[in-house]
């Protein structure tokens, strides 16, 4: 597939608009209705409605996005990988986590790694599946998640963990507020039902689940380390005899793709974790 006609689809899908993909492409409208109408053509389905509001995806559309991204990532990566090697000699490394893992762990890794001058640094946060497969077709170097996923091409190593804990705010202490914190507090949640997940007010965000448990009341499961302090102000209270979740953190390698230097780096990671006094949620 020619690769612009994904990044058309990408500009049209995020600035909501043919006219602002255009302007954003600098192309004419016309051509940006020419590549989707070609995308179609070999998607064989429609994946954009036009309306006065502007252009959104269909459901088929909603569908292709997440390819049509990996599609752009993987064509980067390669334009990369075929590049003549620079002059300074750096070591490439493409660093990757979830998008709960970024702050400030992720920020703190690369800020540290800044300082190897050997090192050309790469990041990219993104969902755990993404993760996974970038890691195995070697388009990343290691990643951090919160998942682990055991393949046989794969080392998982454990690096870190908290505990997720049950609190309430102390004025009003409904509704019950659910926090999407991945795949394995989603079975431990699940085996212990401290309350039933699908009619509670659910978060992919542990920010605003807490800013909206401050300001408006409820409870659920938080880090640790973020509501001690509220818990010492008295603003939030724990719940009695409820179960603790953990909270792992994971770095995934591929087996036969190790950067060099690599204990270094996971050096690097593990101060970062040992000096961070606060994860933010």
């Not at 990369?80 to 493409?94: M, V, Y």
């Not at 969902?127 to 990343?140: A, G, P, Q, S, V």
């Not at 080392?155 to 505990?163: F, G, M, P, R, T």
Request: with cysteine; charged share 25%.
């Amino acid at each position: 597939m020619d690769i612009e006609l994904a990044k058309t689809f990408i500009e049209i899908m995020q600035s909501g608009t043919f006219a602002k993909a255009a302007e954003r492409l600098h192309i004419t409208q016309t051509t940006v209705t020419a590549r989707i109408h070609s995308l179609e053509a070999d998607m064989g389905t429609k994946l954009f409605i036009r309306n006065r509001g502007g252009a959104r995806l269909t459901p088929a559309g909603e569908r292709f996005s997440k390819y049509a991204q990996e599609m752009l990532f993987i064509w980067q990566a390669a334009k990369d990988a075929c590049l003549e090697p620079k002059t300074d000699n750096k070591q490439p490394l493409s660093l990757g986590a979830e998008n709960s893992l970024w702050n400030p762990i992720m920020v703190d890794w690369v800020i540290e790694l800044s300082r190897l001058e050997h090192l050309q640094l790469t990041s990219r946060v993104t969902t755990t599946d993404e993760i996974y497969n970038n890691i195995r077709r070697n388009t990343l170097d290691a990643a951090i998640v919160h998942s682990a996923r055991y393949y046989p091409d794969l080392v998982i190593e454990q690096i870190a963990e908290e505990k997720l804990i049950h609190v309430a705010c102390a004025h009003n202490a409904s509704p019950n507020l659910y926090i999407d914190w991945g795949e394995e507090f989603v079975q431990q949640f699940d085996r212990c039902l401290p309350f039933n997940r699908h009619t509670a007010m659910t978060f992919s965000l542990g920010p605003m689940a807490l800013k909206v448990m401050l300001r408006n009341g409820g409870n659920g499961y938080f880090r640790t380390r973020v509501v001690d302090k509220y818990l010492q102000e008295g603003r939030l209270i724990r719940v009695t005899d409820a179960p603790e979740f953990s909270y792992p953190i994971y770095l995934i390698t591929h087996r036969g793709h190790l950067p060099t230097d690599f204990e270094d780096i996971k050096i690097s990671l593990k101060k970062v974790l040992k000096q961070a006094n606060q994860w933010i949620v």
